[in-house]
């Protein structure tokens, strides 16, 4: 999807420049920074969803299946109550890391 410059204008500064200035005028500001973001995302991909879903059907067949895996394996973060960051799926990681595979086939730092 190309934009001319003229909306990409207005894309970043409803994306970027709209949540910005709203969690830096107010207190609380992790909540209201996600609230504007996320409504300024959906707006723009409501707008051009079913350009959107095209680009998507062309790129692969299986766009909802696809869509789905993403979902589901793209790590987040999440902060215990004590404010510690801890890693989801970390189980995961440290049996592949621990498998062995890494040093057989020579990548990493290890």
Known sequence: MKAPSRSRAIYSVALIAVPFTATVLTADQTRVF??????ALFTVLRVHLADFTAALLRLTPN???WSAIAALFIPSIDITYRGFQR???QWVYDAFVNSGIIERIGVGPW
């Open 34 to 39: 996600v609230g504007v973001s996320t409504a």
């Open 63 to 65: 766009a909802v299946a």
């Open 87 to 89: 890693i989801p799926l």
